[in-house]
């Protein structure tokens, strides 16, 4: 009786453990078949070797560009950490003569933050930096460090604003003018300004910037910005540029290797909930 009882109760263990293998990847597949969205590298449309995945930072951690605003230096950020990996994987150390330009398929995808972080992580490194706001239309960049109200390439000025020793900021202006118009100008200024330091540009989404055709002529390398959950797949099938790097944003909290004892100095996660409960 006892081994009769066994035997049924093993079935019915492994047949469970069958269905739910079964319903994983029913599940699995539908997802794939019914989501709009990005959810995993494997739906970027590009070789593993040109995404860079970025971690979604807590709401303390110290960021590069803050270092600069506030005049701050904290050598154990985690952000700035990661945005010296992707300063590596794109060679920014290494040839000071190209372009950078950051662009992504929408808004909403976390170019401007990269672009303000990865120009002040090379400025901290001893990288002579010059930052553009080439979003004429949204002025982001220009608003975000407080450059609203100061004069910028779209009103003639193309003189650089200091940030730090390293790191310059070129704003788009006050001015509303021709986009088109502006742009020509920047990038006749940028024969120029190229030479003095590398450029960053944070541009304005692909889909909505023809004007992104006037840096042919330049040496530039395309960086495309992906979000998780967020960049819609379709609009990765009709983008008009052949990026050198494809970042996949907000994907997770940190980076794996944090959570190593041996790292630890570097992330402390605040404990929540049940287990700050025990801990007291």
Request: proline share 4%; charged share 25%.
């Amino acid at each position: 009786s006892l081994y009769n009882k066994y035997s049924k109760t093993r079935n019915v263990i492994l047949l469970g453990f069958l269905a739910g293998i079964i319903l994983g990847i029913l599940f699995a597949v539908f997802r794939d078949l019914t989501t709009a969205y990005v959810l995993e590298e494997s739906y970027l449309p590009f070789d593993k070797e040109m995404i860079f995945s970025l971690p979604r930072f807590s709401e303390g951690e110290v960021l590069p560009i803050r270092m600069i605003l506030d005049g701050f230096y904290d050598p154990n950020s985690l952000a700035l950490n990661e945005f010296r990996k992707l300063a590596f994987k794109l060679g920014a150390f290494e040839n000071l003569k190209e372009m950078l330009v950051i662009t992504s398929t929408q808004s909403g995808e976390g170019k401007t933050f990269i672009s303000a972080n990865l120009s002040a992580t090379l400025a901290i490194s001893g990288v002579k930096t010059l930052l553009v706001d080439g979003d004429v239309r949204a002025r982001s960049l220009t608003e975000y460090l407080g450059f609203k109200d100061k004069s910028g390439y779209a009103d003639g000025n193309f003189e650089p604003y200091r940030l730090s020793e390293n790191l310059y900021f070129l704003p788009v202006g006050k001015a509303e003018t021709d986009i088109f118009v502006a742009f020509k100008n920047l990038f006749e200024s940028l024969d120029h300004l190229a030479g003095n330091y590398l450029v960053v540009i944070d541009m304005a989404p692909v889909g909505v910037s023809p004007e992104i055709k006037l840096l042919d002529k330049f040496a530039v390398k395309f960086v495309l910005v992906t979000r998780y959950n967020y960049t819609l797949r379709d609009a990765l099938e009709s983008i008009e540029i052949e990026p050198s790097l494809v970042i996949f944003n907000f994907v997770g909290s940190r980076a794996r290797y944090y959570y190593y004892s041996k790292y630890s100095k570097y992330y402390k996660p605040k404990k929540r909930g049940f287990w700050r409960f025990l801990k007291k």
